[in-house]
């Protein structure tokens, strides 16, 4: 089973609303990841966490707000978000180990920010 | 840093023709290669990887060829099918285990 799920797979909200985007694996993998994906774009890395502990920020602005709480599940709380920041969130889990390398994408969570 | 360079950015191939899609990569100490498909509201799929001390795999219709000296690595699709249309990511994985993309390339079977 290499399965990455997302919740909600859609969210609509106004630029003063808080929301949080939930990701949640059960494969073991103690890798997690952020990505941002706009149209007709590769995914853009946000956050990296490994072990539950955030290892990379990528220069990320402080309305994203990560968390791993266990090694099942990944959130990124959201506040104040501008309309730019619509588009298809996406969490990924990878392994850890030797040639562990492989990424595994969940279905992401399609952002609109009116 | 890695760059990942994909070209062309669309391509069309009749139904039951072969497809090939080309990445060219920078980092020589880039070690790991998947290749992602990614459908109409999707998250990306892993359809075939390639590590640097190999240079050929084949699963079924797909195979992937490395050419390290060269830095590029390809993906080649034969007898394709309406639903292998999608959009195709290459990626290459240096030490840090972090993915560097290519831009993607729109793949368009013609029934």
């Known amino acids: 089973d290499t399965e990455v799920t997302q919740t909600p797979k859609h969210l609509v909200m106004g630029m003063t609303n808080k929301k949080s985007l939930k990701c949640e694996q059960h494969m073991g993998h103690r890798a997690m990841y952020w990505y941002k994906q706009k149209a007709k774009k590769p995914p853009e890395l946000m956050f990296v966490y490994s072990y539950e502990k955030l290892s990379i920020n990528e220069s990320v602005p402080s309305r994203f707000s990560p968390e791993c709480p266990n090694s099942s599940l990944l959130n990124l709380h959201l506040h104040a978000l501008q309309p730019e920041d619509s588009a298809l969130y996406l969490c990924?889990?990878?392994?850890?180990?030797?040639?562990?390398?492989?990424?595994?994408f969940g279905p992401g969570t399609r952002l609109t920010v009116l | 840093g890695e760059n990942v360079e994909q070209h062309p950015s669309t391509l069309s191939v009749q139904e039951g023709d072969s497809a090939v899609i080309k990445c060219t990569y920078s980092?020589?100490?880039?070690?790991?290669f998947p290749w992602y498909k990614q459908e109409l509201g999707k998250g990306p799929q892993l359809i075939i990887d390639i590590r640097s001390n190999v240079g050929e795999k084949k699963d079924q219709r797909i195979a992937v060829t490395l050419n390290k000296t060269a830095k590029h690595f390809s993906l080649h699709i034969t007898e394709t099918q309406p639903e292998d249309s999608a959009v195709y990511f290459c990626a290459a994985t240096g030490a840090n285990s972090k993915l560097t993309f290519g831009k993607g390339i729109t793949l368009s079977v013609r029934p």
């Open positions: 990924a889990s990878r392994p850890t180990g030797i040639l562990t390398d492989t990424q595994y």
């Open positions: 980092d020589s100490a880039s070690n790991y």
